[in-house]
C-alpha cells in the first residue's frame, strides 16, 4: 500500500547539479520524517540527509553545504538538491521513511563522471 518512488538521477559531471525527488503514496506524508541514504559498490548504505516533520535537517558530513534536504507536504513529495558534485557521490540513492514499519523506494543512480 506504500510506496515511495525516487526520480531524477542521472549522469553528471564533477562539479554540476541534480535535484532528486521521492513521491510518497498510501500514507499521511506530513507525520513523518524522510531520509535519503546512498549505496556505492562494495560499501554499506549510508545516511545522507533527513528532514523531520518540522522540517529541521541532518546531514552527513561528507555533504554539507553542497546538498540540501527540503519537504512538500503538498505534493508529498521530498527532495534532495544535490550541488558540486563529486565523482565520490556516485551511488544509489533511496528515500526512506521510518514508521513503526521500514519503506524503501526503489533507488535511482547518480553517477558523477566525466
Known amino acids: 500500500q506504500v510506496q515511495l518512488v525516487e526520480s531524477g538521477g542521472g549522469l553528471v559531471q564533477p562539479g554540476g547539479s541534480l535535484r532528486l525527488s521521492c513521491a510518497a503514496s498510501g500514507i499521511t506524508f506530513r507525520l513523518y520524517a524522510m531520509n535519503w541514504y546512498r549505496q556505492a559498490p562494495g560499501k554499506q548504505r549510508e545516511l545522507v540527509a533527513q528532514?523531520?516533520?518540522?522540517?529541521?535537517?541532518t546531514y552527513v558530513d561528507s555533504v554539507k553545504g553542497r546538498f540540501t534536504i527540503s519537504r512538500d507536504n503538498a505534493k508529498n513529495t521530498v527532495y534532495l538538491q544535490m550541488n558540486s558534485l563529486e565523482p565520490e557521490d556516485t551511488a544509489v540513492y533511496y528515500c526512506?521513511?521510518?514508521?513503526?514499519?521500514?519503506?524503501w523506494g526503489q533507488g535511482t543512480q547518480v553517477t558523477v563522471s566525466s
Open positions: 526512506n521513511m521510518r514508521t513503526p514499519m521500514n519503506y
Open positions: 528532514i523531520s516533520r518540522t522540517y529541521s535537517t
